[in-house]
């Protein structure tokens, strides 16, 4: 899913989100996914017994990353990807329903999530259409940043 989704953002112009290099290809790249799926709590939505999309869910965000973690206990959206060939199902929306009644199951009161805040901010526009509120912003190198959050009643 990954390697697909950086294929597809580079066609149409995205270069910057995640490289020019597949996942698979990157140093650390298999093991980042082993990881996300080991250490964290992966979700993944199927279309006809097929991976179409996976969430990943944390208890904060990356300890290597520009983030603190917040000052009450939170959920925290580590990854949110959909295999290009599922597009348009709504697989991603999906997911974050899931992950909101996780947070809500587990008790917790707050959802982050970090995301790229290039390309003329279409991926923050999609969280916050998905009940986000932007928080801060951070660069990470040249790579820029926006936390998001919301409210778990």
Known sequence: ML???VIWMNDRGN???????????KPGGIELVDRY???????????????AAALVLDSGPNP???IAPAEEPERYVRLLVSD???????????????????TRRAGVRLLRVDC???GGGELVAFYERHGFTSTETF???SWPGQ??????A
């Open 37 to 51: 799926m080991t250490e964290n709590l992966p979700y993944i939505a199927e279309v006809e017994g097929t991976p």
């Open 116 to 118: 790229w805040a290039g």
């Open 64 to 66: 290597q990353a520009p």
């Open 139 to 141: 660069l990470s190198g």
């Open 15 to 25: 270069t910057e989100q995640w490289g020019t290099t597949p996942f698979s290809e």
């Open 84 to 102: 290009r060939r599922f597009a348009g199902r709504n697989l991603g929306s999906a997911l974050l329903a899931h992950a909101v009644e996780e």
């Open 147 to 152: 936390v998001l959050a919301q409210r778990v």
């Open 3 to 5: 390697d697909s989704a």
